[in-house]
């Protein structure tokens, strides 16, 4: 089955560290640019990170640059996202996302990352 | 960064009618490479989004084909020919033309 599964998130204090992982499945992963993209509770959808298919290449927005960092390993077909200084607002449900043909072809059933004291 | 612009953010509607969505953009679409990376995600409460057309006008496998996708540059429009009850939920669209990838703030699509 073709699938994304995300696992990592959890309750955090402010300024600490999370690390999530996208395992996937399904499809030739090495082949795809993958993205994370977080939802906060009731909001809309925003593009934090991006890797392209061997690693070299990555992006981030504003909002996370210099805090995030998005790796993948091609041979385990995973990709992670390592989250520091973490900050309240950073608290969403973060969907790993395949990419293809310039769009979001394929989502991950998210993993809920709570940021609070 | 680009700005998308969706109108409206409600839409209540009868089932059976149509649904025009709208998404206008702060700059071109266009990419160097000339393809334009203006697609539409579908989510419906608790659940991920759903992709649905692609490059402005291509369906995703399995989409029906009461969804239609159109326009050029920077103004897009997402059409439902005959709305169904699965249809409600919020749909998005999304520019990948340039990094970092933005969304539209979503439009509710509810049935009278």
């Known amino acids: 089955e073709v699938q994304l599964v995300e696992s990592g998130g959890g309750l955090v204090q402010p300024g600490g560290s999370l690390r999530l992982s996208c395992a996937a499945s399904g499809f030739t992963f090495s082949s795809h640019w993958m993205y994370w993209v977080r939802q906060a509770p009731g909001k809309g959808l925003v593009c934090v990170s991006r890797i392209e298919t061997d690693g070299r290449t990555t992006s981030y927005a504003d909002s996370v640059k210099g805090r995030f960092t998005i790796s993948r390993d091609n041979a385990k077909n995973t990709l992670h996202l390592q989250m520091t200084s973490l900050r309240v607002e950073d608290t969403a449900l973060y969907y790993c996302?395949?990419?293809?043909?310039?769009?979001?072809?394929?989502w991950g059933q998210g993993t809920m990352v709570t940021v609070s004291s | 960064d680009i700005v998308m612009t969706q109108t409206p953010l409600s839409s209540p509607v009868t089932l059976g009618q149509p649904a025009s969505i709208s998404c206008r953009s702060s700059?071109?679409?266009?990419?160097?490479?000339?393809?334009?990376?203006l697609s539409w995600l579908h989510q419906r409460p608790g659940q991920p989004p759903r992709p649905l057309i692609y490059?402005?006008?291509n369906h995703f496998s399995g989409v029906p084909d009461r969804f239609s996708g159109s326009g050029a540059g920077t103004d897009f429009t997402l059409k439902i020919s005959r709305v169904e009850a699965e249809d409600v939920g919020v749909y998005y669209c999304v520019q990948a033309t340039q990094f970092p990838f933005t969304f539209g703030q979503g439009t509710k699509l509810e049935i009278k």
């Open positions: 490059k402005i006008f």
């Open positions: 996302v395949r990419g293809w043909s310039g769009a979001f072809d394929l």
């Open positions: 700059q071109s679409l266009v990419h160097s490479d000339g393809n334009t990376y």
